[in-house]
């Protein structure tokens, strides 16, 4: 893909702290495993608000998915779908949810809201007639970032026009013909489609910038609104601080994701993982799960012994679309799926029930 949107996935906010501690945490603890345990009969299903999935992972919202891949947003959904694991359709994306919540109906739908009752009664409205059930509201994104790696590789919103930016896709032809032109030849120019209860500007327009301001004013106030309109499930993600986690189940939230954004906000925010026992013993009974630096099984795995319902991954499902569309994505999810059946049997555990803490030890930090 061209690079300004190579960068724009791959870059996290200022001196990339965040998102390299993300990593540095899974790394510092090493697994105790168990032996002739008998692990024939193993299983890494897990059960969340009622429903089974096949596996302890899901597809983390992740803007632009049209731009890095074609369809990008679909291609997601249906392989997660079919996969029968967990896909949260991002708030900042270029396919109308409506499209999406046909093509996947298990899908769960990510906001991004500002302090205005009005667009946010509208947007939860427009997700519930989509049939969408789980609600998932990013509160960790009050101001844009200072994603100093947007500047340097000449990614920017909206998207400006420039010779650097078409030589970078004419040198990429599988991308150009691939994905941009035929997105443009067979849906038009690309908007922001769920931002609102209506479309949003095109990504060229400079209102696409002014469209995600006033989320400075997002409170719990507005909380308390959402979960008073929406009956479906209510999911809070971008929690680290166990007060806010008691203040998620005091507003009526049913489940709690710890995230730093993958390191693209607040530089130098605590990994998920380092977060994660805290928020899981004020959230009581609430369900919480996990995103942020998961690439392996193993790290999957590590997350679940410090309480995770679920982890979600993000780049690395986005980078399998971008390179071979929904077959990639399929088996991306393959890969982690194996992994972690396989890390279970060397741990000698047969069901995640048995990933507890005692199956770790720290090694590091």
């Known amino acids: ?68 891949a074609y369809r990008g947003d679909l291609v997601l959904a249906r392989a997660a779908e079919e996969a029968g694991i967990v ?8 396919i109308r949810l409506e499209e999406v919540a046909k093509a996947a109906p298990a899908s769960w739908f990510q906001a991004y809201l500002p302090g205005d009752p009005e667009r946010i009664l509208g947007l ?27 500047i340097r590789s000449g990614f920017s919103t909206p998207l400006r026009p420039s010779l650097r930016l078409a030589w970078d896709g004419a040198i990429r032809p599988r991308w150009l013909l691939g994905t941009a ?20 500007a095109p990504i060229l327009s400079r209102r696409a910038l002014r469209d995600f301001s006033s989320k400075d004013h997002f409170d719990w106030s507005h909380i ?60 009581g009974d609430l369900p919480v799960m996990l995103d942020g630096g998961v690439r392996r099984g193993t790290d999957v795995l590590k997350a679940i012994a410090f309480g995770a319902r679920c982890v979600f991954v993000g780049r690395p499902f986005l980078l399998a679309a971008a390179i071979a569309g929904h077959d990639g994505v399929a088996h991306a999810i393959g890969l982690l799926a194996t992994e972690i059946d396989r890390d279970m049997a060397l741990l000698g555990i047969t069901s995640l029930a048995e990933m507890t803490p005692d199956r770790l030890m720290r090694i590091g930090g």
């Open 1 to 68: 893909m061209p690079r300004p949107l190579f960068g724009f996935v791959a870059g996290a906010a200022e001196e990339n702290a965040a998102i390299a501690d993300n990593r540095a945490a899974f790394a510092e603890w090493g697994f105790v495993p168990r032996v002739l345990r008998n692990v024939a009969r193993r299983t890494s299903e897990i059960e969340l608000f009622g429903q089974r999935w096949s596996a302890p992972f899901g597809i983390a919202p992740m803007g632009l998915a049209a731009l890095i």
């Open 87 to 94: 896909n949260i359709m991002s708030g900042s994306s270029l």
């Open 124 to 150: 939860i409205d427009r997700a519930a007639a989509a049939g969408f059930g789980t609600l998932v509201v990013t509160v960790d994104v009050p101001v844009a970032a200072n994603r100093e790696n947007n």
């Open 181 to 200: 032109a035929r997105t443009l030849l067979r849906h038009g120019m690309p908007h922001f489609e769920n931002s609102f209860a209506h479309r949003g």
């Open 224 to 283: 308390a609104l959402i979960r008073e309109r929406w009956r479906g499930r209510l999911v809070i993600k971008g929690i680290l601080d166990p007060q806010d986690a008691r203040l998620a189940r005091e507003h009526g939230a049913d489940g709690i994701i710890v995230s730093n954004h993958g390191g693209r906000q607040l530089d130098y925010a605590v990994s998920a993982l380092r977060a994660l026992p805290a928020v899981v013993q004020a959230a």
